[in-house]
């Protein structure tokens, strides 16, 4: 069974959730995994593999995730490892929310080197109770223009959890198949 480290990047909380789910996940499979925030992250050495996960802000993912990529390069490469994008964009309906997102993947990889073998996408929320004034206001007009909540008496959420248990399962039996190779993929 394999040692996950699990990185995150989160200013209002959302990803660090999707990382502990994550991370309940591949428990459950019968890993061991270990959620860090990036800022305070271990490296990459004594790991089997790797989750990456961010939030975007104002277009970019968390400093302390490009750094702890960059940093990490090499390492991250030649392991399994996988890497999670959390956006609003990714909530917006349409088309147009991808192609954001895929715009944020382009820039981290130009910002950073950094080459995910598997990367995927996850709305984000609108944590209107929590924001500040300034931020509530400049969010609500993003929310507004996307398509999304615009009550900022409460928070919204628009991850589907669902699909980041099957992701957190199917990178589990990813790393079960690469430790006993030969076994049938299910
Ligand atoms: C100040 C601010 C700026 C944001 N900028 C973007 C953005 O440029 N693009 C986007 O898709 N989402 C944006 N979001 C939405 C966040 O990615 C989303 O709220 C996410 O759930 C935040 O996760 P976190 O709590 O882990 O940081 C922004 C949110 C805030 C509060």
């Known amino acids: ?91 917006s309906p349409g088309a147009s929310g991808a192609e954001t997102v895929a715009g944020y993947l382009h820039t981290l990889r130009e910002e950073t080197g950094f080459e995910p073998a598997r990367a995927v996408s996850f709305g984000g929320a609108l944590a209107f109770r929590r924001y500040g004034v300034l931020t509530r206001l400049m969010l609500r007009r993003i929310a507004a223009h996307g398509g999304l909540a615009t009550d900022t008496s409460t928070n919204h959420d628009y991850t589907d959890w669902a699909a980041v248990d099957a992701f957190a399962a199917s990178f589990a039996s990813e790393l079960e198949r690469a430790e006993a190779p030969g076994t049938p993929a299910r």
């Open 1 to 91: 069974m394999a040692r996950v480290a699990i990185i995150y990047g989160s200013s209002e909380g959302h990803t660090a959730r999707l990382a502990e789910r994550m991370a309940e996940v591949m428990a459950a499979a019968g890993h061991t995994p270990e959620v860090a925030a990036a800022a305070k992250a271990p490296a990459p050495d004594g790991y089997d593999a790797l989750v990456v996960a961010s939030s975007i802000h104002v277009g970019h993912y968390h400093q302390a995730v490009r750094r702890y990529l960059r940093d990490h390069l090499p390492a991250l490469a030649a392991m399994p490892h996988a890497f999670v994008s959390v956006s609003l964009s990714e909530a």
